[in-house]
């Protein structure tokens, strides 16, 4: 059966006041049925814009300047306006970080929830569409929906919103949810609430999901495969529970043992030195080599590909032998 | 309890956000009534920071930790309750005789993007506050003072004559620790020092402050809302929820036998690098308004192990036989 | 060197270099303050040198017109002296006065907004409320009332020696409310975050805060206001002018020129009242342009017109 969403060498640039810039460059990466991907990386690493990308959503200056989003066989960076509108917010939805983002909030839960059934399925009458709110509002566990349909954002807690959010992400039952940090504002004990509750409804209805995060701890909990990325390129990717313990890429290295940990109470962190480059002043070759321990002459020249690594994650790094560079 | 940095005795801190008498102003029972709406952030916190050590407050959102460390801090005056410095209270010290206290112990922010003027070159930000507490200081030893500041915190003192918005913010933030360093302080409150910034760069800041911390002495009160970067540097941990004081214990003792449910209920949500999901405490319900406190602990609404004395009488601060301290009638009466 | 750097990397700079209009405008208005100051090198005559007026030149239209001379380009008045040299001296007089009263309404509303949106409290209320009433009657009522008990107290010639100050106060004091509330706007802000903690936490006094640490970032919305202040009390100083409250016609503004010449108009004497119109126009017109630019540079929502 084919992918659910293949991702072929993605590039984004932004075309901005001091010249162009390259956002990410050579994102592939593919995502099965029902199948968790998470997208890690630092801010400014370039996860937040590849995900936008997927459902054509780059703000102004940015742009998608090669590569395909195949989903379902279909060409979504070439698709017209009108198609990317009847897939995106149906086949495939956002959740974003801050839930007040997609809520209006002047209008209640009810009726901006049937307003987004209407859009994509204008044959339901308004009982119908009532139904299915209230269903998938049952769905992320919130308690007595039919109070809650009549109720402004305003009056729900910050975890309460962001379970809405995804009722509403639901409602066209997509196959694809792209949740970006979507706990991060939260609590850790709502945090692990919802990591539960997306966890549960991919599990049972069969949805993909790309989690978009910087945290690795909840990206190693949910997701069965991860795509580590550094300055706009995937650097490692591999089945999560293998990245988390023997990470290939010096830089996945340095990420996880940079975080504390229990066993190592109150001794230095192991802590990866300088920061990562902006989009304007990228380094030659490998964009993580003025921070690496490994570094060699060929870093300062030439880009990694991805390739398999000693134990079958995939890493761009030029430690790993060039003959294993095809996939 | 003489030997202590920093105590803190029944400090109660509430906000009145009632606005203006018009707005005070209600109709209820047949007549007009004024009154006021408070926020009850902190509410009778007692404990004690030793020289040298690192005290976290942790809890979620809301919870009232902030508004602690600010209150310590002199930033908001107590509405109750008394902070003695070596000894000497200075909860109620005009601005001039806290001066002396104002270099001992300072103050880490949590936004490195706001707690630095914008406007204000790197070399004024940390010029004002040492020349403001050593006037006597000649132009050479102010030089002197920031440059090894500069150095200590990790920065190139060359960078000195820049604006803020020319670094990024693990350099900022590090400026922000050079700032609060150069008074020379025993103390340093640092309110979420590291949530704001990305993993790799909050390695090299916990790196930094821990090295500070063996260099100069320093004890801190380290308030955060990760649990496992709490875990990794501090030596007592106090838990808060809305606006309690509800465990106070050693850290190892806290992450691995935590006793209060709400502690057991927080600690089971951490997020564990390849540990699986779920199997954490479900709490029912919401975090109730400090507005609204309930009565009795204020935990009981959510609490599995909640019963009538719950519910009714508010439970202090209990030593247990381990040395830690649990605000829990559960675990007093062996319940829990 | 780095400050002309910096400056040249700002985003100021990047917009303003595209932006035609605002080009336009700064030349025009350079242009229009130079011979404001320079007026006694630019101007051919002096209009307040009763030697060189000549009565027998009134009235005359300007040279490109039927019966017009070069010697003077723009025509004379009706008292015959030269529209040109009155007009760039007239100028002179309207960018003093409104230079002069948004000084003094800026120190007075910068001063007291700050010290309100500190502190809060009583100080603020009792400003603001201040504010609320100042705003809710016209300060042309206000001026009008004024003037005329100061001409009736000091007599009408007296008053021509003392207008241009007391233009000043009168416009300066009608209108510091405006930068009271924009600079409370912005302290209020700024007060929140963790620098001015930090300044606290450094136990500096809180003068030493307002004044070292919060001035500072406020001087955007103050330089945005400012130039739609100028312009405004330009037009202010024009208006009592020519409702003949203003400056006197021996040492006239463009406001008293304009009303000056009002009465010959439909004697076909056109130029005396629409030249010093036009040129009003077109000085207050590149000011507004360029507060239009700046408040779009700047956060556009710190001040809404």
């Not at chain 2, 150069?182 to 979420?192: G, L």
Request: proline fraction near 6%; charged fraction near 20%.
């Amino acid at each position: 059966m084919a992918k659910l969403l293949e991702v072929r060498d993605l590039v984004i640039r932004f075309g901005l006041r001091t010249g162009e810039v390259t956002a990410t460059s050579g994102v592939s990466f593919s995502l099965d049925r029902g199948e968790r991907l998470g997208l890690v990386g630092e801010s400014g690493a370039g996860k937040s814009v590849t995900g936008f990308s997927i459902i054509n959503l780059i703000s102004k200056p940015g742009y998608i300047a090669s590569g395909e989003v195949n989903f379902n066989g279909e060409n979504l960076a070439r698709v017209s306006p009108e198609r990317m509108r009847q897939i995106r917010g149906n086949r495939i939805s956002m959740i974003f970080q801050d839930p007040m983002m997609t809520l209006n909030p002047v209008l209640t839960i009810g009726t901006q929830m049937t307003e987004v059934l209407h859009r994509h399925r204008p044959e339901l009458s308004r009982e119908q569409a009532r139904d299915i709110a209230l269903d998938k509002l049952r769905k992320v566990h919130i308690p007595s929906p039919e109070k809650r349909l009549e109720q402004y954002p305003h009056e729900f807690s910050g975890g309460m919103r962001q379970r809405i959010i995804i009722a509403i992400a639901l409602l066209t039952d997509p196959e694809l949810i792209i949740a970006d940090e979507p706990t991060t504002a939260l609590d850790v004990t709502i945090q692990a609430e919802i990591m539960d509750l997306l966890m549960e409804l991919c599990e049972k209805d069969g949805m993909g999901l790309i989690l978009i995060t910087h945290d690795l701890a909840v990206v190693s909990q949910v997701t069965q495969n991860i795509a580590v990325m550094y300055a706009g390129r995937i650097v490692e990717k591999g089945p999560t529970s293998r990245v988390i313990a023997q990470p290939q890429h010096p830089y996945t290295r340095g990420l996880i043992a940079a975080l504390p940990q229990s066993s190592r109470h109150g001794e230095r962190l192991n802590q990866i030195p300088g920061m990562m480059p902006t989009l304007k002043d990228m380094p030659p070759g490998c964009a993580f080599n003025p921070r690496c321990p490994h570094v060699m002459e060929i870093c300062h020249r030439q880009i990694p590909a991805l390739r398999p690594g000693s134990n079958g994650n995939m890493a761009a790094c030029h430690l790993y032998p060039e003959e294993n560079a095809h996939e | 309890m003489s030997e202590s940095l920093l105590s803190v005795r029944n400090l109660t801190r509430h906000f009145d956000i009632s606005g203006g008498l018009l707005d005070q102003i209600r109709f209820s029972g047949g007549r007009f009534h004024r009154q006021k709406t408070l926020v009850r952030a902190v509410n009778n916190i007692s404990f004690d920071i030793l020289p040298g050590e690192t005290f976290s407050v942790v809890g979620e959102s809301g919870c009232g930790k902030s508004t602690l460390g600010r209150t310590i801090m002199g930033l908001y005056a107590p509405n109750a309750g008394e902070i003695h410095y070596r000894g000497d209270r200075i909860d109620n010290l005009d601005p001039r005789s806290l001066l002396p206290y104002r270099r001992k112990m300072q103050m880490v922010f949590q936004d490195p993007y706001a707690s630095l003027n914008p406007r204000k070159t790197i070399r004024q930000t940390l010029e004002a506050p040492l020349r403001y507490h050593n006037p006597k200081l000649s132009n050479g030893e102010v030089q002197d003072r920031i440059e090894e500041v500069m150095l200590q915190v990790g920065s190139d003192p060359q960078w000195i004559s820049r604006l803020p918005h020319e670094f990024s913010g693990g350099q900022r933030q590090r400026i922000s620790i050079a700032r609060a360093l150069i008074v020379d302080p025993e103390f340093i409150v640092a309110d979420e020092p590291i949530s704001a910034l990305d993993v790799s760069i909050q390695a090299q800041i916990l790196n930094l402050m821990m090295d500070l911390q063996q260099q100069r002495g320093l004890a801190y009160l380290f308030v955060a809302h990760d649990l496992s970067v709490v875990e990794h540097i501090s030596d007592r941990v106090g838990v808060m929820y809305l606006g309690t004081m509800c465990e106070l214990a050693e850290t190892a003792a806290l992450f691995e036998n935590p006793r209060h449910p709400y502690t057991r209920a927080l600690m089971s949500a951490i997020p564990r690098l390849g540990g699986g999901p779920g199997g954490h405490v479900r709490l029912r319900g919401e975090v109730p308004t400090p507005i609204n406190l309930p009565s009795g602990c204020v935990f009981h609404g959510r609490c599995p192990h909640a019963n009538d004395r719950c519910r009714v009488e508010i439970p202090g601060l209990r030593r247990l036989d381990d040395g830690r301290q649990v605000a829990c009638h559960g675990v007093e009466e062996g319940r829990i | 060197m780095s400050r002309l750097q910096t400056f040249r990397d700002s985003y100021l700079w990047y917009s303003f270099r595209r932006d035609k209009v605002a080009i336009a405008s700064l030349v025009v208005l350079v242009l229009l303050v130079l011979m404001a100051v320079f007026a006694p090198l630019i101007a051919p005559y002096n209009p307040y040198d009763p030697e060189m007026i000549d009565i027998m030149n009134s009235e005359i239209p300007p040279a490109w017109e039927d019966g017009g001379t070069t010697a003077f380009l723009l025509g004379t008045d009706s008292q015959g002296r030269d529209m040109l040299s009155t007009m760039i001296y007239g100028m002179r007089i309207s960018i003093l006065i409104g230079i002069g009263a948004v000084a003094l309404q800026a120190v007075l509303g910068v001063l007291i907004g700050l010290f309100a949106g500190y502190h809060g409290g009583r100080l603020d209320a009792f400003f603001m409320r201040a504010a609320d009433v100042q705003l809710s009657f016209s300060y042309l009522m206000v001026a009008i009332f004024l003037s005329a008990i100061l001409q009736a107290v000091v007599g009408v010639a007296r008053f021509g020696e003392i207008a241009i100050p007391f233009l000043i106060l009168v416009i300066g004091f009608s209108q510091w409310p405006q930068y009271a509330r924009t600079v409370r706007a912005s302290v209020l802000a700024e007060r929140r975050k963790e620098y001015v903690e930090a300044a606290r936490v450094a136990g500096f006094p809180s003068h030493r805060i307002i004044l070292g640490q919060i001035f500072p970032n406020t001087l955007s919305p103050i330089l945005v206001l400012s130039t739609i202040q100028v312009a405004n009390a330009v037009m202010s100083e024009a208006a009592l002018s020519f409702l003949g409250l203003g400056m006197p016609i021996d040492r006239p503004s463009l406001g008293s020129l304009i009303n000056s010449g009002f009465e010959f108009i439909f004697s076909g004497a056109w130029w005396i009242t629409v030249l010093p119109g036009v040129l009003l126009v077109i000085l207050v017109l590149s000011i507004n342009l360029l507060g239009d630019f700046l408040r779009d540079v700047f956060n556009p929502k710190l001040y809404k017109g």
